[in-house]
Antibody, heavy 117, light 110 residues
């Protein structure tokens, strides 16, 4: 059974940093692209970033480029999202998802990030 | 990248068909056959319903179908059932390995 479990969310002050993790199991992690997608409270889905199977290629939404860094450790079956210079508008549930460059076929349950003083 | 345009809400009675539109530009929806659709129930993670415009993952009922014409993609749900009531999001590849979602459509089953 495919499982994706996010962790690392919480309350952080504006300008602060946080690292999210996503532990994957039930599939060959190194064979898939991985995505981060976020959803602000009561709002829609917003694509944040994705990373190629071996980590050699990454892409970011304009709103996070230069502040967020996606990475993965295929030996540990874990996806990461390092978030720096956090802003109030980054407050959201962050989902990790497995897939291909253009879609995600399995999603985790999400972890809530709240940016507030 | 601007979000794709979806109607905020649609509704239908059990057994009827509904169609949700997703309008973009020639740089996203119209430029690639990489449109996907997701269903999200309240408090739950999204679920993939359609990918590559019209392909259905295994386990998704054939009541769900996708299509595209020009810069507009559509999700049609036939034989509407109570459990179909949810939010639906379209998503398109935009080139340069980036993606964009629609604003979401709330489907109400009357």
């Amino acid at each position: 059974e495919v499982q994706l479990v996010e962790s690392g969310g919480g309350l952080v002050q504006p300008g602060g940093s946080l690292r999210l993790s996503c532990a994957a199991s039930g599939f060959t992690f190194r064979s898939y692209w991985m995505h981060w997608v976020r959803q602000a409270p009561g709002k829609g889905l917003v694509w944040v970033s994705h990373i190629y199977n071996d980590g050699s290629s990454t892409s970011y939404a304009d709103s996070v480029r230069g502040r967020f860094t996606i990475s993965r450790d295929n030996a540990k079956n874990t996806l990461y999202l390092q978030m720096n210079s956090l802003r109030a508008e980054d407050t959201a549930v962050y989902y990790c998802a497995r897939g291909q460059p253009s879609f995600s076929d399995y999603w985790g349950q999400g972890t809530l990030v709240t940016v507030s003083s | 990248q601007s979000a794709l345009t979806q109607p905020r809400s649609v509704s239908g009675s059990p057994g009827q068909s509904v169609t949700i539109s997703c309008t973009g530009t020639s740089s996203d929806v119209g430029g690639y056959n990489y449109v996907s659709w997701y269903q999200q129930h309240p408090g739950k993670a999204p679920k993939l319903m359609i990918y590559d415009v019209s392909k259905r993952p295994s386990g998704v009922p054939d009541r769900f179908s996708g299509s595209k014409s020009g810069n507009t993609a559509s999700l049609t749900i036939s034989g509407l059932q109570a459990e179909d009531e949810a939010d639906y999001y379209c998503c398109s590849y935009t080139g340069s390995y980036s993606l964009v979602f629609g604003g979401g459509t709330k489907l109400t089953v009357l």
